[in-house]
Nanobody, 126 residues
Framework: VQLQASGGGLVQAGGSLRLSCAVS????????MGWFRQAPGREREVVSF????????INADSVKGRFTISRDNAKNTVYLQMNNLQTEDTAVYFC????????????????????WGQGTQVTVSS
């Protein structure tokens, strides 16, 4: 199993980035796929996740209306489109996967996730 995150970089406030998470070893359509972020000195927090059964997406309040999670089943890849980036979005972003059996309420915690990518740095300048 491998999750390869990419797409991070340096962007000015108000700009956009799209993160990608290419997966091998399982099918993204069969797992809950999530994006987390971790800023220096802070806990890793969930940003957004996408359920496998009904493709329901859940976003943290801090990114609602700005970030969109999606997946491409043919490419077995999950994306995070990030618009109107702010300096507080600066963090290392991680993709992760959780078994479809995990209940919704558990998916806000990093312990619910079985597989993790290596992280990609996003830096937003003012």
């Amino acid at each position: 199993v491998q999750l390869q995150a990419s797409g991070g970089g340096l962007v000015q406030a108000g700009g956009s980035l799209r993160l990608s998470c290419a997966v091998s070893g399982f099918t993204v359509a069969s797992y809950t796929m999530g994006w987390f972020r971790q800023a220096p000195g802070r806990e890793r927090e969930v940003v957004s996740f996408l359920r496998p059964t009904n493709s329901n997406t859940i976003n943290a309040d801090s990114v609602k209306g700005r970030f969109t999670i999606s997946r491409d089943n043919a490419k077995n890849t999950v994306y995070l489109q990030m618009n109107n980036l702010q300096t507080e979005d600066t963090a290392v972003y991680f993709c992760a996967a959780a078994s479809r059996r995990k209940i919704l309420s558990s998916l806000w915690a990093k312990d619910a996730y079985d597989y993790w990518g290596q992280g990609t740095q996003v830096t937003v300048s003012s």
